[in-house]
């Protein structure tokens, strides 16, 4: 079982950034492939970003590229979420996400833990 606990979530102006943090409760944090998604009021949740156990590949929605960067801190078993250049159509609630497959993952079936989400704002 893998507990995980995002934090960094809040209410910032269009253009501003926020940092989400990850915590892992399980000490094999770096077998495990880890990814980001959203859910909008009213919408289905999407995917974000993936990163694998080891932190060498990544992968990006296209509506985040150039903006958010994902990394990995094993040795902390926290993975972080950079957002810069935020838009009011990121608003959503962040979800974590932890894969046993040490790849990355961009389905959310393919997510076997999940954290309880934290709220970004994005103001215009």
């Known amino acids: 079982q893998v507990q995980l606990v995002e934090s960094g979530g809040g209410l910032v102006q269009a253009g501003g950034s926020l940092r989400l943090s990850c915590a892992a409760s399980?000490?094999?944090?770096?077998?495990?492939?880890m990814g980001w998604f959203r859910q909008a009021p009213g919408k289905e949740r999407e995917f974000v970003v993936a990163i694998s156990g080891s932190g060498g590949r990544k992968y990006y929605a296209d509506s985040v590229k150039g903006r958010f960067t994902i990394s990995r801190d094993n040795a902390k078993n926290t993975v972080y979420l950079q957002m810069n250049s935020l838009k009011p159509e990121d608003t959503a609630v962040y979800y974590c996400?932890?894969?046993?497959?040490?790849?990355?993952?961009?389905?959310?079936?393919?997510?076997?833990?999940w954290g309880q989400g934290t709220l970004v704002t994005v103001s215009s």
């Open positions: 996400a932890a894969s046993v497959r040490s790849d990355y993952q961009i389905q959310s079936y393919e997510y076997d833990y």
């Open positions: 399980r000490r094999t944090f770096s077998s495990y492939g």
